[in-house]
């Protein structure tokens, strides 16, 4: 019975260090860390590692919920592959053991919190954007695409495909482009 400890932290400018530090005082006999985005799985090739080497009577270990999933859907998926795996689940700095049926209750709430949390703080910043426009200080990401490059490509007689490569953009914004250029034809009814 193994304890594998897991730790990450959001961003490259970010330190795993205190959670691994805390990690190791667990017992964790491997400790896994990544700088990713915790809103998503996808991203998270050290987790999934995890998940696929836990065997049974294993316990993943992390210090907070929130190190693990910020949504109650990836936290619910997690806790069913440990369980397809006979593995637990410990936080060291909340009061969750999925060995307990208390531990259990407390980690569910914890994950609804979690997905509350990170709700939140994308309707303040999605606020703070809406303010920053009416300021006019917030202008939105510099366009990437040369608007009149394209336009000429596709006089010459470049197809989607090859402007996007040339331009090295996607097709998709090469379609948009071509779009806003085409005069709209309105069908009439007789």
């Known amino acids: 019975m193994n304890r594998i400890g897991y ?23 491997v400790i896994r860390e990544e700088k990713s985005s915790g809103t998503s799985m996808a991203k998270r090739k050290e987790l999934a590692t995890i998940l696929d080497f836990l065997r049974p009577g294993d316990t993943l270990v992390v210090t907070r919920i929130d190190r693990l999933a910020r949504s109650v859907a990836d936290l619910q998926a997690i806790v069913a592959r440990l369980r397809e795996r006979g593995a637990q689940l410990l936080c060291t700095e909340q009061p969750v053991d999925t060995g307990t049926a208390a531990g ?66 996607s097709r998709a914004s090469v379609y948009r482009v071509v779009q806003e250029t085409q005069p709209v034809s309105r069908a009439t009814s007789a």
Do not use: H, W
């Open 7 to 29: 730790a990450r932290v959001s961003t490259v400018e970010q330190d795993t260090s205190a959670q691994i530090a805390s990690l190791r005082l667990a017992g964790c006999d």
């Open 104 to 169: 259990k209750a407390f980690f569910d709430m914890l994950g609804v919190f979690a997905e509350f949390e990170t709700n939140l703080r994308r309707e303040r910043q999605m606020e703070g954007i809406a303010q920053a426009k009416a300021r006019g200080v917030y202008k939105g990401r510099k366009t990437s695409i040369d608007r009149e490059q394209v336009r000429a490509l596709r006089a010459e007689g470049l197809g989607p495909a090859a402007i996007a490569k040339r331009l090295r953009i």
